[in-house]
Structure formats: structure tokens, C-alpha cells
């Protein structure tokens, strides 16, 4: 794959971040190996992986911090983000002019909630992509019985993908990200939840699913069984075919780095399966664990799979790398946490949630669990922006420069299709 340049993605990390200089610098580095190894990771060359992959669309401008969010005074400009004059390479006499504010999307936004609005995503990429991606449920895996369809329809996964990764060089790199979201979605639901789902023997059903990412190496005698299990059932048909166009498209190790993280998936809905099966109320910090491996990181960590490069693997494993990664991970599993929030209350039974277990834990009402959760996630929300940008003052590798653009592009598109999914979410009345 190409080496990339440092293109003019959206980004949710102001140009604030900069200003804080040698302290945020200071943070990062604290841990001196860790901070000395991904100084040098930066002055190391990485060879580029030849392929031939088109040239990236340009992609929208940025756009700035929603109201009802303002920035402080002092600031210059606005947030601009990563990618800008800011934080290019080039020196520029003057800071750049705050963007146009992006057209209003669908949608009530969560009051109080710290996020950045980004402009409708391509309509044209959206048709094409919602058309391939049902063709492929449909044709492909027999993803769904017809009773199912309104519920696809509304998932609006097209326009998902399309928001969450503006930087992609074509559809096609779009459909990796959709298919493989499209079967999690599959194993959420006819595995965990929605559609049949249960925590009794999910380890085992989530085992057999996970041979569809990871291969089974076995004998001669049982190897047979097992690839004729992965028809068996439409999250491992699903699982096995996304997994095959992926795997196709990119490198071994950004394919070991997607399984590893589902692995992580997996350890998470057996976390919340087992808690549901005894009827525990986790602590608060408890569920933020659980919540940190049930939770959307496998999504952002496509980031440069889908954009078409990769982000070498030592780059990728830095401390510093992952936690700016969980950080954006736990965070837009919390805006899912707030938006699902009336959606699971007609579920039965008791659906763990931020708020519901915030409000139990803490003897707090409904209303005042919801309001700290949205302050939990602001504050991850302001985590990840801050350790984003002192990774990329501390390591100015393209490479990374364009994959934590690309990460922050991806929280702002998660939160602008829950945002805009009225299908499936609605806001409680709490203000």
C-alpha cells in the first residue's frame, strides 16, 4: 500500500491541543520507554507495500465544535484539527480561517454532549454502497428472513460507513468496513440479544463464530466439519465472507490486528452474558471495563485498511497508539450507551447501560444517571482529542498523522449517524 500524504481529512481534535505544547508532550512521554520508542519509531522508515489502489476522493472541509459546545475565547481560529496548518509539517504565518459551519443533519442531538457535527456524507457513495451491502446480505449469506428487511433497511449502515471513513479511495474499500460491521451486528443480535440471543452457552456459539476470523488448523479427518460448520448459521456466514474480501485487500498484519480486536469483542459480550446470567449489578468502573472490550474498536482500528495504506504494526502497538485507540473506542460506545438508552428500556428484563448503572450504583434518579453519563463521556471524549494530539506532535510519521485523523473521523461519524438514526433511537425526556 502507499505511503500516505498528509490529505485534508475532518477531524474532531482542535487546534487547541496544540497550544498546550511540551505539557501535553510532556504527558505522553512520561513513561520513558514507551516515550523514547515512539520517538524513534518516528525517525525509522517504513517501506511502502506496493498495491494498486485508486487515489483518495477529496473529502469534506472540517467543520467546527456544534453549539451549545463553545471553544474558550483565547482560541485563535476554532478547532481546525489534525492535518491542518496547525499540525502540518509546514510552517504558516498565519493560523487559517475558522470553516463554514457544515449543513443541519437529522436528528436531536444528546444536550449537553461534547461531539462534532460533519456534513452529510456523500449521497451517491451512500446509494451505492446501501445497494451493494444488501445485495451481499441477501445473495450472499442469506444474512435475514424477509420479516427482517425493515429492520436492515433502518440500520442505514450505508450511510454509516460513508460518514465513518470520508477518506476511503472507493466504494469497494467502503464495502470491507460495511461487511464486516453488517456480521458483528449479525452475532450481537441472533447470538447476544435481539433476534434469539442469549447468554446461556454464548461462549461456545461465539467460539465456533470467532474459527470464521481466526481458521481452525486441524487434521485431515475434521477439517471438512469445521468448514462446513460456517455455513451453518447467518453470523458465521456472515463472519466468513466479510472476513475473506477483507483479508484479500489488506496485509497479515492488519488482518491479525482486526482479529485480535474482535477476540476482545468476543471477551466482552461474555463479560456482560455472565453478569446478565447472575443478575449482577456491576460497579461503575466495572461496566466501564466491560465496556472497553464490548465496545466499537475494531471499527476505528480499520481506519487505514479502509483508507487504503497501512500504519505499520510497531507504530500500531506503541502505548501511546493504543490508548489514544480505547480511548476513542470506549467513547463512542458511550454515545451508542446514550442514544440506545430508550430503545433498551422496552427491551426485557434489566439492559446494562451507563445510566442504568450509574443511577443504581450511585443512588442517583433515572435523569441524573443519564446527565453523568454524558460527562463520563464528554471527559473520554476530551481524553482521547488531548492524547491524539500530543501522539502527533511526538511522532510525525505521515502515516501516523493519517491514521489518528482518520480514528477521529470515524468518533464524529459514529456520533452523526446515532445522531441521525431516528429509526432506530429516541432522546428521553430529561430536559
Known amino acids: 500500500m502507499p505511503e500516505p500524504g498528509l490529505s485534508p481529512l475532518p477531524s474532531s481534535l482542535p487546534s487547541v491541543a496544540v497550544l498546550l505544547g511540551s505539557r501535553a508532550l510532556a504527558e505522553v512521554l512520561a513513561d520513558a520507554p514507551a516515550g523514547t520508542a515512539v520517538i524513534a519509531a518516528a525517525t525509522a522508515p517504513t517501506a511502502p507495500v506496493p498495491t494498486a489502489v485508486p487515489a483518495p476522493e477529496a473529502a469534506p472541509a472540517p467543520t467546527p465544535t456544534p453549539a451549545g459546545t463553545p471553544a474558550p475565547g483565547w482560541l485563535p481560529s476554532g478547532p481546525t484539527g489534525l492535518g491542518t496548518a496547525t499540525l502540518s509539517l509546514a510552517r504558516h504565518p498565519e493560523p487559517p480561517a475558522a470553516p463554514e459551519p457544515p449543513a443541519p443533519v437529522a436528528g436531536r442531538p444528546v444536550p449537553g454532549l461534547y461531539f462534532h457535527p460533519i456534513a452529510e456524507p456523500d449521497p451517491v457513495r451512500v446509494e451505492e454502497v446501501s445497494r451493494r451491502i444488501k445485495d451481499w446480505a441477501v445473495d450472499e449469506v442469506q444474512l435475514f428472513p424477509d420479516d427482517w428487511e425493515g429492520e436492515f433497511d433502518g440500520f442505514s449502515v450505508g450511510r454509516y460507513m460513508v460518514a465513518c471513513h470520508p477518506d476511503a479511495p472507493s466504494v469497494d474499500h467502503v464495502m470491507l468496513a460495511t461487511r464486516l460491521m453488517v456480521a458483528e451486528n449479525a452475532v450481537d443480535d441472533c447470538y447476544c440479544e435481539d433476534h434469539g440471543g442469549s447468554p446461556v452457552g454464548l461462549g461456545g456459539r461465539l467460539l465456533l463464530a470467532h474459527t470464521a476470523l481466526d481458521p481452525l488448523h486441524t487434521t485431515e479427518e475434521y477439517a471438512p466439519r469445521w468448514a462446513e ?89 506503541q502505548s501511546a497508539m493504543q490508548r489514544v485507540i480505547a480511548l476513542a473506542g470506549n467513547a463512542t460506545t458511550i454515545v451508542n450507551d446514550l442514544y440506545s438508552y430508550m430503545k433498551e428500556l422496552d427491551s426485557p428484563g434489566t439492559h446494562l447501560n451507563l445510566p442504568v448503572v450509574i443511577a443504581e450504583r450511585e443512588g442517583l434518579s433515572d435523569r441524573e444517571g443519564y446527565l453523568k453519563a454524558v460527562e463520563v463521556h464528554n471527559d473520554l471524549m476530551h481524553a482521547f482529542e488531548s492524547e491524539a494530539a500530543a501522539l502527533a506532535l511526538a511522532c510525525p510519521v505521515p502515516t501516523v498523522q493519517r491514521f489518528l485523523r482518520g480514528v477521529a473521523a470515524w468518533v464524529d461519524g459514529n456520533h452523526y449517524w446515532h445522531q441521525t438514526n431516528t429509526y432506530r433511537y429516541s432522546l428521553p425526556d430529561f430536559w
Open 229 to 317: 460448520s460456517l455455513h451453518a448459521d447467518a453470523p458465521r456466514r456472515a463472519y466468513r465472507s466479510a472476513m475473506e474480501y477483507f483479508v484479500r485487500q489488506v496485509t497479515p498484519s492488519q488482518a491479525d490486528r482486526y482479529r485480535h480486536d474482535m477476540a476482545r469483542l468476543h471477551m466482552g459480550y461474555l463479560a456482560e452474558a455472565a453478569w446478565s446470567e447472575t443478575e449482577y449489578m456491576p460497579e461503575v468502573w466495572e461496566y466501564l471495563a466491560m465496556r472497553q472490550f464490548n465496545n466499537f474498536r475494531p471499527c476505528p482500528t480499520l481506519t487505514d485498511s479502509i483508507g487504503g495504506y497501512e500504519l505499520p504494526a510497531d507504530l500500531h502497538a
